[in-house]
Antibody, heavy 118, light 107 residues
């Protein structure tokens, strides 16, 4: 079955960077985009951006531009989201999902909790 | 940027019909997806392309989209439908996806 498995929880200090991985199985990795979404505790879903595994092309929400990098390793069927210059309000669960230009995001990874604390 | 507006909460009795709206400027011209998120779980798509139901989603779930409002309707609501629901569209103007603020459905 189609599945996305994310890396484990992270604890980072303000100003550091975090890199979350998302490993796909059960489908052709290069055939769909990977979407990244985050959710702070008790808050709604916030779209961060997307990455095309086939081309490496990516796009991100304006608020993250300059701080986020979305990459992939096609040999490992794995996508990565790296967020730099972490702030306390970056504390959230980060999700990856399989998507595409007009496709729904489905399925989603299990989520990765990133905690920013001194 | 494109804004989607959802009511923060909807409350319904078991067996009744729940209606969750998603407002946006001329949203009827866009494709809307709906996600259900239960506590501690990742979101799951329950409706896509306005009114298409994924495999495994009960027929009690239906969707529509016209004018400035998209709607997710859940008939014969069950306790297991209690969750947060989010609408989503692709904003071609910014090439970004946008989520609504979410609606907490209480049964």
């Amino acid at each position: 079955q189609v599945q996305l498995v994310q890396s484990g929880a992270e604890l980072k200090k303000p100003g550091a960077s975090v890199k979350v991985s998302c490993t796909a199985s059960g489908y052709t990795f290069s055939g769909y985009d990977i979407t990244w979404v985050r959710q702070a505790t008790g808050q709604g879903l916030e779209w961060m951006g997307w990455m095309s595994p086939s081309t490496g092309r990516s796009g991100s929400a304006q608020k993250f531009q300059g701080r986020v990098s979305m990459t992939r390793d096609t040999s490992l069927n794995t996508a990565y989201m790296e967020l730099s210059s972490l702030r306390y309000d970056d504390t959230a669960v980060y999700y990856c999902a399989r998507g595409g230009l007009h496709l729904p995001d489905d399925p989603w990874g299990q989520g990765t909790l990133v905690t920013v604390s001194s | 940027s494109y804004v989607l507006t959802q009511p923060p909460s909807v409350s319904v009795s078991p067996g009744k019909t729940a209606t969750i709206t998603c407002g946006g400027n001329n949203i009827g011209s866009k494709s809307v997806h709906w996600y259900q998120q239960k506590p501690g779980q990742a979101p799951v798509v329950v409706m896509y392309y306005d009114s298409e139901r994924p495999a495994g989603i009960p027929e009690r779930f239906s969707g529509s989209n016209s004018g400035n409002t998209a709607t997710l309707t859940i008939s014969r609501v069950e306790a297991g439908d209690e969750a947060d629901y989010y609408c989503q569209v692709w904003d071609s103007g910014t090439d970004h996806r946008v989520f609504g603020g979410g609606t907490k459905l209480t049964v």
